[in-house]
């Protein structure tokens, strides 16, 4: 049997380690975004396919018997294009995706559905804004008079904010060190996409305590009809269950 999954993504990571030590042939395809990425076990490949037919090719032409959509949650072009070529390339798909961030008491959170409607959100909040919804979208922040701090993995791209200091850092981050950059940025607002990841949770409650608000950016709906695992474990079990 052989799996591709699409990856990018701590999960999909987990993921890759547990087929293949299970003896499972995985194919794990990453975009490329990344300079230097944390590469799973097993097969690996790197690169767009060329849309959802460039996808259903190369499922075919590697005689993939299954795709396991293991992206990040807000990589929502992939996994429509995976939902599509699934159905062309006449294969099951499954996604994995881990369960969104949950407030909790003494949380000040503002749902908004997209990066724009975050830079809305932000009248009346605060100057100081420490924004970590990755580094692509920040056009959205771009007129916006704030002070940014904005952390990212690899350099933003442009156009970003006028007053923006770039952080350049990769989870996982630490309870003590987000409290310290809080502090030491004096940050009147977090903006945050709902990742659901425990690397970056300690954010979130830094923010509580510091009783910052938070303007969370909720997540795109899964593609219609698409399964959905919520642990690395249970999308193996899902591989299990297809095994001759
Ligand atoms: P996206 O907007 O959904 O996808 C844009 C294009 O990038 C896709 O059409 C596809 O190109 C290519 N692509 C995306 N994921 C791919 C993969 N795993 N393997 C091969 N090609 C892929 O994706 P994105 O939001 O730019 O995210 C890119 C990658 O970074 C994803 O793999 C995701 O898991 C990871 N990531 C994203 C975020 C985020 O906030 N969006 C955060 C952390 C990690 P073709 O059409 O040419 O196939």
Not at 1 to 25: D, F, K, N, P, S
Not at 103 to 118: E, H, I, K, M, T
Not at 177 to 204: F, M, N, Q, W, Y
Request: no cysteine; glycine share 10%.
């Amino acid at each position: 049997m052989h799996i591709l999954i699409l990856g990018g993504t701590t999960e999909a990571r987990a993921l890759a380690g547990l087929l293949h030590g299970g003896g499972v042939r995985a194919t794990s395809s990453l975009a490329g975004r990344v300079a230097s990425p944390r590469l799973p076990e097993g097969e690996v490949r790197i690169g767009g396919f060329g849309g959802a037919q460039g996808l259903a090719e190369w499922i075919g032409a590697h005689a993939v018997d299954a795709v396991i959509d293991a992206t990040h949650p807000f990589a929502e072009r992939i996994s429509f294009n995976a939902a599509g070529a699934a159905v062309t390339a006449h294969v099951p798909l499954l996604a994995l995706r881990r369960p969104g961030w949950v407030p909790a008491a003494g949380d000040r959170w503002l749902s908004v559905p997209s990066l724009a409607a975050a830079a809305d959100a932000l009248d009346g909040l605060g100057e100081r804004v420490f924004l970590t919804t990755g580094r692509m979208g920040l056009a959205a922040f771009a007129a916006l008079p704030h002070r940014f701090l904005v952390r990212s993995v690899d350099a933003p791209e442009a156009p970003m904010p006028a007053r923006a200091e770039v952080l350049l850092d990769r989870g996982p981050f630490t309870l003590d060190g987000e409290r310290e950059l809080l502090a030491r940025h004096r940050i009147d607002v977090l903006v945050t996409k709902d990742s659901g990841a425990a690397a970056t949770a300690p954010k979130l409650t830094a923010a509580r305590e510091a009783r910052i608000p938070v303007v969370v950016v909720r997540r795109p709906p899964v593609p219609d009809g698409v399964p959905v695992a919520t642990t690395p474990e249970e999308a193996v079990a899902w591989v299990r269950s297809r095994l001759p």
